[in-house]
């Protein structure tokens, strides 16, 4: 188990940008993967990206191009940066570590607002 602060979260106006970090309480170098997810108003939480401990990314359509996670394990910190935010991007956003399918461990969420 480990567990995550999130941070970097904010107001914005639409195209500009933020970046999110998340610090884990322990080494991410032996979890499967890290991910970012986020959950819109009144709808469910979603996958915005993910990469492994191998360093391969994923990210979720709408993230192309404008969003990029990376990590720094020495710091045991995983990072989402977003540009040209969108008001449809609004939510909170949450890190995740992926142990397995069915066994993650979450943060507590920073929430992003864009403004139109």
């Known amino acids: 188990q480990v567990q995550l602060v999130e941070s970097g979260g904010g107001l914005v106006q639409a195209g500009g940008s933020l970046r999110l970090s998340c610090t884990a309480s322990?080494?991410?170098?032996?979890?499967?993967?890290m991910g970012w997810y986020r959950q819109p108003p009144g709808k469910r939480r979603e996958l915005v990206a993910a990469i492994t401990s191998g360093g391969h990314t994923n990210y979720e359509d709408f993230a192309k191009g404008r969003f990029t996670i990376s990590r720094d394990n020495a710091k045991n910190t995983v990072y989402l940066q977003m540009n040209n935010l969108e008001p449809e991007d609004t939510g909170v956003y949450y890190c995740?570590?992926?142990?397995?399918?069915?066994?993650?461990?979450w943060g507590q969420g920073t929430q992003v607002t864009v403004s139109s």
């Open positions: 322990r080494s991410i170098l032996s979890i499967n993967a």
């Open positions: 995740a570590a992926l142990h397995t399918l069915v066994n993650i461990d």
